[in-house]
């Protein structure tokens, strides 16, 4: 079962601004990950965020995660054409053992116009 | 390293027929693998979780007898949509996992496979 909602679901910006994505979920997690997937394609994971972390960063992005308000953001900054694409948050339920469950948020597409 | 295959990556099959989409971990053995489907313009659902040599663990509302899982080696799983209808159209992807230098299970997800029901 889905358990994260994600906001905006639909995001348009210009070639160059910042992006923000939030996401939120409903139950203890193990850690929370954000992917990535262009259209009709697979998923790419773009970076994991333990439980007990609060902001990591990977190149152009930024993750955040409150596990008090049980949320988390991803910004893209200095955003590019390519970045386009659907973005998913999924979190690892804690309690789901050691096998990496991952439930997925409802997505947030990006449409970034050069 | 950590590449995971599908095959096929579309397929149109005729109501009633069965069909059956591998999944296959290239480079590594997979502890667990995923079966998700995905709507259009909709997030993935997982729909079952497979271990090698042992059943699959189904969430909630999906429906076992339909999609058939069998999880044969560390390498290969399948899911085998039986009687498939129209409503079975959809996008479905695979996932593997492998345990990384931490012990945490990061799961490698496979292109996905667009079946389309007649």
């Known amino acids: 079962s889905q358990q994260g909602e994600e906001d905006p679901q639909a995001l348009s910006i210009q070639e160059g601004e910042n992006a923000t994505m939030n996401c939120s979920y409903k139950?203890?997690?193990?850690?929370l990950q954000w992917y990535r997937q262009n259209s009709g394609r697979g998923l790419v994971h773009l970076i994991l965020?333990?439980?007990?972390?609060r902001e990591k960063h990977s190149g152009r992005l930024r993750v955040t995660l409150d596990t008090s308000k049980k949320s988390s953001s991803l910004l893209i900054t200095a955003s590019r054409a390519a970045d386009t694409a659907s973005y998913f948050c999924a979190t690892v339920p804690l309690g789901s053992g050691n096998t990496g469950k991952l439930i997925f948020g409802q997505g947030t597409t990006l449409q970034v116009k050069p | 390293g950590a590449v995971v295959s599908q095959h096929p990556s579309r397929v149109i099959c005729k109501s009633g027929t069965s069909v059956k989409i591998e999944c296959r971990s290239l480079?590594?053995?997979?502890?667990?693998m995923f079966w998700y489907r995905q709507f259009p313009k909709q997030s993935l659902m997982l729909m079952a979780t497979?271990?090698?040599?042992?059943?699959?663990?189904?969430e909630q509302g999906v429906e076992k007898d339909k999609f058939l899982i069998n999880h044969a080696s560390l390498t290969l799983s399948t899911l085998t949509v039986t009687s498939a209808h129209p409503e079975d159209s959809s996008f479905y992807i695979c996932?593997?996992?492998?345990?990384?230098?931490?012990?945490?299970?990061?799961?490698?997800f496979g292109p996905g496979t667009r079946l389309t029901v007649l």
């Open positions: 996932s593997a996992s492998r345990p990384d230098l931490a012990g945490f299970n990061e799961q490698f």
């Open positions: 497979s271990n090698e040599g042992s059943k699959a663990t189904y």
């Open positions: 139950t203890s997690i193990n850690n």
């Open positions: 480079d590594f053995q997979a502890t667990t």
């Open positions: 965020i333990r439980s007990n972390e």
